[in-house]
């Protein structure tokens, strides 16, 4: 028998096509890769597209989207993909306590239209759309662990995302880089006499590669687990 070719596709939410969430991204396709999924990285920066509207086409009686937003935009024929998607990881560096806009844009045009407000029958959840996808989501940022945790609780703050991806897609795992380099390749260039650079040089020799296994294994994981199902 023929195994199925499973497809992997992976959305860069940051602005910068090289820089962290984009290397942390790339090491988990590298994973994917080796586990056997062809492979496609989105540059969510590349694509013209807005957040979701209001338009409502996908919550009208009788309505054909099958959970796909209705707008025509780049975006549009990339949600058609999804459909075909066996592994989806999205990642996004955190600017002011969250994923970044495009990010959003991103995950409101994929979530919204799947989302039904009818009555929730004994199995839970009513969805416009039926699908079964391998989840990762994986954001770098500034802050430390105990930002991360104690001062800015932004495991609470990330923590619905991936529960509604994990509700609507049947699984979602989520990985984090903190402490990463911000200013390339050199802090000394610009103003940021704040910062320990002590500590941020620690975690760039010491964690970074850590992080950058841990998207590895992140990728290999999905499509193995994919693999099963
Ligand atoms: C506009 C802006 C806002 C940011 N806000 C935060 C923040 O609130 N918390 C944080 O930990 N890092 C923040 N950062 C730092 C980035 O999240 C971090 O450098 C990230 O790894 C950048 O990812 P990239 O290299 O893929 O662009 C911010 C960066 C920018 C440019």
């Given at each position: 028998m023929v195994e199925k070719q499973l497809k992997a596709m992976f959305f860069n939410?940051?602005?910068?096509?090289?820089?962290n969430t984009a290397q942390m991204l790339e090491s988990a396709m590298k994973g994917a890769q080796e586990a056997g999924a062809e492979v496609e990285l989105i540059h969510l920066q590349d694509l013209n597209f807005k957040g979701c509207?209001?338009?409502f086409a996908c919550k009208?009686?009788?309505?054909?989207c099958g959970g796909l937003?209705?707008?025509?935009?780049?975006?549009r024929p990339v949600l058609e993909r999804i459909l075909e998607a066996d592994v989806l990881v999205a990642g996004s560096p955190i600017y002011w306590h969250n994923s970044t806009g495009m990010f959003r844009n991103f995950v409101e045009r994929l979530f919204f239209p799947i989302l039904s407000y009818n009555n929730a029958d004994e199995h839970g959840l009513i969805k416009y759309l039926d699908k079964k996808m391998l989840c990762g989501i994986i954001y770098t940022m500034n802050v430390p662990n105990d930002y991360y945790y104690n001062l800015f609780h932004y495991h609470e703050i990330l923590e619905p995302v991936r529960v509604q991806m994990e509700a609507f897609f049947g699984y979602c795992e989520q990985l984090e880089a903190r402490n990463?380099?911000?200013?390339?390749?050199?802090?000394?260039?610009?103003?940021?006499?704040?910062?320990d650079m002590e500590q941020k040089q620690w975690f760039r020799d010491n964690q970074w590669p850590k992080d950058l296994l841990a998207a590895y294994d992140l990728g290999k994981r999905l499509v193995e687990k994919a693999k099963e199902q």
């Amino acid at each position: 028998m023929v195994e199925k070719q499973l497809k992997a596709m992976f959305f860069n939410g940051s602005p910068r096509k090289n820089k962290n969430t984009a290397q942390m991204l790339e090491s988990a396709m590298k994973g994917a890769q080796e586990a056997g999924a062809e492979v496609e990285l989105i540059h969510l920066q590349d694509l013209n597209f807005k957040g979701c509207v209001s338009c409502f086409a996908c919550k009208r009686k009788g309505n054909t989207c099958g959970g796909l937003c209705i707008q025509k935009d780049d975006l549009r024929p990339v949600l058609e993909r999804i459909l075909e998607a066996d592994v989806l990881v999205a990642g996004s560096p955190i600017y002011w306590h969250n994923s970044t806009g495009m990010f959003r844009n991103f995950v409101e045009r994929l979530f919204f239209p799947i989302l039904s407000y009818n009555n929730a029958d004994e199995h839970g959840l009513i969805k416009y759309l039926d699908k079964k996808m391998l989840c990762g989501i994986i954001y770098t940022m500034n802050v430390p662990n105990d930002y991360y945790y104690n001062l800015f609780h932004y495991h609470e703050i990330l923590e619905p995302v991936r529960v509604q991806m994990e509700a609507f897609f049947g699984y979602c795992e989520q990985l984090e880089a903190r402490n990463t380099w911000q200013f390339y390749p050199d802090y000394s260039k610009f103003d940021a006499s704040a910062v320990d650079m002590e500590q941020k040089q620690w975690f760039r020799d010491n964690q970074w590669p850590k992080d950058l296994l841990a998207a590895y294994d992140l990728g290999k994981r999905l499509v193995e687990k994919a693999k099963e199902q």
